[in-house]
């Protein structure tokens, strides 16, 4: 009798037994067309830095500043790079005018006064000749030296020489300046313009943006220290849309499909739900990290997935832990996050 009792009381025992784990163990987290995930909001932030050398003039924002895309962060000293855009502004004008000058060729000025010289010259070319054919008639009559005439013949080739020289002077002026002067002149200006750009940019990069819109986490740099470009002086926080990653179990991985709505809730606002949507399925499986609590064993395969949502207030704080709901054998509906505040 005591040995069919205790029979009994063995099975009873090793029901409950199996029956407490049986109803601990975690089940595939679906109810049918949901399946509950869990996961953190990703810290998504960028390390801004100057893209130049110099010191840091003034930083116009705290840590945990919200600041806007576009917004002015902080400034460098710029007085070497204002000079040197006034210095290359200037050799860029210099240049367009010495364009400019070989493109318009001679003004009617120049010449008209090539054309006065060329008469004179002509002038004084008659003048040696006739003064040369007088010396050797002279020197015929035995009225003067051979030294005369070679003298008053040398002053008359001179003279013609003179009126050839003024005459390709004159067609020079009326031709113009060289096609392969000007293209060189034009390169040139090209050249120096490139170098105005590149002044210009530089002046730019002397100011920090914001690249988007969100909070200031770190401030590393304070004004009067030396800025460079893989030095960062701020870190910005990304937080519109958030994401959160989760891992979806391998069972799932053909019922989630990229743009599947999504809820997201977390501790600190139990009572509200973020809608989002799902933007990211990993190629590749992984093991379950041990700090994700899934509703999969651990010992299982699975695959990081990325929710977006929108979070206007502020409210889904980076790192977060929260928990994810998402809608079951929905239509793909692509990769690209929705715009916050579109139906």
Known sequence: MKKGFSAVLVIAVVGVVGLYFWLQSPGDGDDGGR???????????????????????????QEGDRVAKGQLLARLHTELL???????????????????????GSRPEEIRKAEAELEAARAQAKAAHDSYRRVAQLLERKLASPQDEEQAR??????????????????????????????????????????????????????????????????????????????????????????????????????????ATAWITTDSYPDKRYEGWVGYVSPTAEFT??????????????YSVRIFACNPDGELRLGMPVSVEIDLDQADAGTQPRPCGAP
Do not use: C
């Not at 914001?210 to 926080?237: C, H, K, W, Y």
């Not at 990290?289 to 699975?302: D, G, H, I, M």
């Open 154 to 259: 040398s002053q008359a080739d001179a003279a013609a020489a003179q009126v050839k020289a003024v005459q390709a002077t004159l067609a020079l002026l009326k031709a113009g300046a060289r096609k392969e002067d000007i293209a060189a002149a034009r390169a040139q200006l090209v050249a120096r313009e490139a170098a105005l750009k590149q002044a210009r940019q530089r002046l730019s990069d002397a100011s920090l943006y914001a690249p988007a819109d969100g909070i200031i986490r770190n401030r590393i740099l304070e004004p009067g220290d030396m800025a460079f470009p893989q030095s960062p002086v701020l870190t910005l926080a990304f937080l519109d849309p958030v994401w959160a990653r989760a891992y979806l179990p391998e069972p799932m991985l053909g019922r989630v499909r990229l743009g």
């Open 35 to 61: 399946l509950a995930l869990y996961g953190n909001v990703d810290i998504r932030e960028a390390q801004l830095a100057f893209n130049g050398s110099e010191h840091i003039a003034e930083i116009l924002v």
């Open 82 to 104: 204002q000079a040197r855009l006034a210095e290359v502004q200037a050799a860029v004008e210099a240049q367009r005018q010495i364009v400019a000058r070989l493109e318009a």
């Open 289 to 302: 990290p041990k700090t994700v609590q899934t509703p999969e064993l651990r010992t299982r395969l699975v």
